[in-house]
């Protein structure tokens, strides 16, 4: 059974670019949440997709965008890159039925480069 | 809004030692779930325990146990027979139980204490 997965793991990019970050849930799982983690801090909500569609959002500018498709897989897009959007980007799982809690499962992140 | 404040930065102990991660909280909601979650090295976030408010008694994973005193809103690990394998970064994260669109809500994470294990 495959975890949650990230793709690239290491990326490099220059200021003002454009970047995307793509995720697959763990199997059977429906909900994906991005969070951005600083060196040295702990990891900030970006936001959360459900049925294709974004649910909640962390205090981040309209640059972070995001998509899920109908497999759940989802990607995060950055656009006009800054300095401090240098991080490691990660990507959690989890199933939602009922509003009944479950676990949020976390992939392995993708570290992002700003220059 | 919730936050969760870990003022320890560092702190360190002898292998088979046991020791104690601080971490309080602030809400204004009743029920609400906190957790612990080690970061070691390779980046992974592994969940090492959870608590649900609404329990008295206080979670055990193995050598993983909590001392959670809602009405100080105070929540700490404690490591029991330490072991090398448990150097990394700890965080205590915050979550509500609800959310009015129907989906999970979102983590909310301490600062994180750094955990070194002396062998």
């Known amino acids: 059974d495959a975890g949650v997965t990230q793709s690239p793991t290491h990326l490099i990019k220059t200021r003002g670019q454009q970047v995307t970050l793509r995720c697959s849930p763990k199997?059977?799982?429906?909900?994906v949440s991005w969070y951005q983690q600083a060196l040295g801090q702990g990891p900030q909500f970006i936001f959360q997709?459900?049925?294709?569609?974004?649910?909640q959002r962390g205090n981040f500018p309209d640059r972070f965008s995001g998509h899920q498709f109908p497999n759940y897989s989802s990607e995060l897009n950055v656009n006009a890159l800054l300095l401090g959007d240098s991080a490691l980007y990660l990507c959690?799982?989890?199933?939602?039925?009922?509003?009944?809690?479950?676990?949020?499962?976390f992939g392995p992140g993708t570290r992002l480069t700003v220059t | 809004a919730q936050t969760v404040t870990q003022s320890q930065p560092e702190m360190s102990v002898q292998e088979a030692e046991t020791v104690t991660l601080s971490c309080t909280y602030d809400?204004?909601?009743?029920?609400?779930?906190l957790f612990w979650y080690k970061q070691p090295p390779s980046r992974q976030m592994i969940l090492v325990i959870r608590?649900?408010?609404?329990?008295?008694q206080n979670a055990t994973e193995n050598r993983f146990s909590v001392n959670f005193q809602k009405a100080a809103k105070s929540f700490s690990l404690k490591i029991s027979d330490s072991q090398l394998g448990d150097a990394a970064m700890y965080f205590c994260?915050?979550?509500?139980?609800?959310?009015?669109?129907?989906?999970?809500?979102?983590?909310?994470f301490g600062k994180g204490i750094t955990l070194s294990v002396r062998p």
């Open positions: 809400t204004s909601e009743s029920d609400y779930y």
């Open positions: 997709y459900y049925e294709e569609e974004e649910r």
């Open positions: 608590q649900e408010a609404y329990k008295q």
């Open positions: 994260a915050y979550r509500s139980p609800y959310s009015y669109t129907g989906a999970n809500s979102k983590l909310t």
């Open positions: 199997s059977g799982h429906d909900t």
């Open positions: 959690a799982s989890s199933l939602v039925s009922g509003g009944r809690y479950y676990e949020q499962y």
